[in-house]
């Protein structure tokens, strides 16, 4: 039973991962004819990174302090 399961996963996992391949077949369309004319603009547009970054920096801050606690904590209980 085990390797049936084993034998489905792997099954999964490689027609998942081929799918990827053909996935994005066409090229990407080319920018506006005026792009970057009036101003200096680059080439990615304006993509935001800067909220996402602090919100994973926060989400890993939030997770560091909370497994300080608990380490303190259960070290306090085996004294």
Do not use: R, W
């Not at 996963?9 to 996935?23: C, D, E, K, M, P």
């Amino acid at each position: 039973m085990k390797k049936l399961i084993l034998n489905i996963l792997l099954f999964s996992a490689l027609s998942f991962g081929t799918q990827q391949i053909y996935a994005q077949t066409a090229a990407a369309p080319p920018p506006p004819s005026d792009h970057g004319t009036s101003t200096d603009q680059t080439a990615g547009g304006g993509a935001p990174i800067g909220s996402g970054l602090f919100i994973l920096l926060g989400l890993a801050g939030t997770y560091g302090a909370i497994k300080v606690y608990q380490t303190k904590k259960k070290a306090s209980h085996v004294n």
